[in-house]
């Protein structure tokens, strides 16, 4: 269910184009840049510092925020999904997210991205427009909770921001959020990086809506504290690998994306009247351990805890779905599963 798309054409070919081999060769700066995104231990600022490392954050994490945001998003209802008319990007960047929304929401018709990097929103737009030639597409150059209020104060029905809040102070982030929250018409998607640094800003971020009176639709389901980012809970945060085709990666194979995130509606949303489904029951938190003749699952459950379920080759079609089921996807309380003990604290086995 949190299938990535892979790179639209037309974006891939935009994107070909900017990428001018002379400019994008193995230089200082992309390799700071790179280390910067992929292994960063600490918040704070990242920022991209030169056209250098704006184009190197094009052929590098552009394919690689697309696959994650356009995850993300698939984890919204299809009537929600059909019902969002205008979106706006905070943090856009070089507009990966934009262009994700582009795609995956259907009835789309205007996208503003805001970011304090007018050279990062230039190369946005086109890449945006590529994504969706028919969308009316705004860019504003301003920072992320002043330029909510000042230069978008009618509010969207989605609001977004996609590796952003990790790179903010926590104060800053938090201005950020519930300037988010209220100029949110339907919904709020804020994704961050899978990693411990991204899942502090964002479990942050998280409690924050919560508190604001958020319903939570994925991957959260529950508004309870969250199980995971409890003291006690070791090395472990909730996040999603995702795996996806990067056209630019020399290597052979699938590249993988790691993934934090919440997608959370305004309490006031008609959601069943819209026929937008419930949160799951659970959510699948790690890689299901297919043995034979069982399957784990590690479960994060609508009373806000940890559970490990056993499915048994006994038990038909739940044991079908249990072996087919992806770290992600939700497991329905209908489905079988027998309580197999407390919090799990291993890596799933995703043999
Ligand atoms: C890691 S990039 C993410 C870009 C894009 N969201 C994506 O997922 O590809 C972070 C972006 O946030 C922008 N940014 C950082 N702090 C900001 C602020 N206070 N206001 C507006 N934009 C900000 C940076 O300029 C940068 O373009």
């Not at 590098?60 to 059909?82: G, I, K, N, Q, Y």
């Not at 309580?339 to 890596?347: F, N, Q, R, V, Y």
Request: aromatic share 4%.
């Amino acid at each position: 269910m949190m299938a990535p798309l892979a790179l639209p054409e037309p974006v891939a070919e935009a994107l070909g184009r900017m990428l001018d081999p002379a400019r994008t060769g193995q230089g200082a700066g992309q390799g700071a840049m790179i280390e910067r995104y992929r292994n960063r231990r600490e918040p704070g600022a990242a920022g991209l510092v030169s056209d250098a490392e704006r184009r190197a954050y094009l052929r590098h994490r552009f394919p690689a925020t697309f696959a994650a945001v356009s995850a993300a998003l698939a984890t919204m209802p299809p009537a929600l999904a059909a019902g969002i008319a205008d979106a706006v990007d905070l943090g856009a960047g070089t507009g990966a997210s934009a262009a994700a929304a582009a795609v995956r929401l259907p009835g789309l018709t205007a996208m503003t991205i805001i970011d304090s990097d007018r050279a990062a929103l230039a190369l946005a737009e086109p890449l945006v427009a590529a994504a969706n030639p028919d969308l009316a597409v705004t860019t504003r150059t301003a920072d992320a909770a002043a330029g909510l209020a000042r230069v978008h104060s009618g509010g969207a029905d989605l609001v977004m921001a996609s590796y952003l809040l990790n790179e903010l102070p926590g104060d800053r982030a938090d201005t950020v959020t519930d300037a988010m929250w209220h100029s949110a018409r339907r919904a709020v998607l804020i994704v961050e990086p899978g990693s411990r640094v991204g899942f502090a800003a964002l479990i942050r971020a998280r409690q924050r809506l919560i508190d604001l009176g958020a319903r939570l639709l994925a991957p959260c389901p529950h508004v309870r504290a969250c199980p995971m980012g409890e003291p006690g809970q070791g090395d472990d945060w909730c996040h999603f690998p995702l795996g996806y085709d990067d056209p630019f990666e020399d290597q052979q194979g699938r590249s993988t994306e790691k993934i934090s995130f919440v997608l959370a509606i305004l309490p006031s949303d008609e959601t069943d009247a819209d026929g937008i489904a419930s949160p799951a029951d659970n959510r699948i938190v790690k890689a299901p351990m297919r043995r034979t003749g069982h399957v784990v699952l590690d479960l994060c459950t609508r009373s806000g805890t940890l559970e490990r379920r056993t499915v048994t080759r006994r038990q038909g079609k739940d044991y079908k779905a249990a072996r087919a089921a992806d770290w992600g996807d939700a497991w329905p309380d209908t489905q079988a599963g027998d309580l197999s003990g407390g919090p799990s604290d291993t890596e799933g086995d995703p043999s």
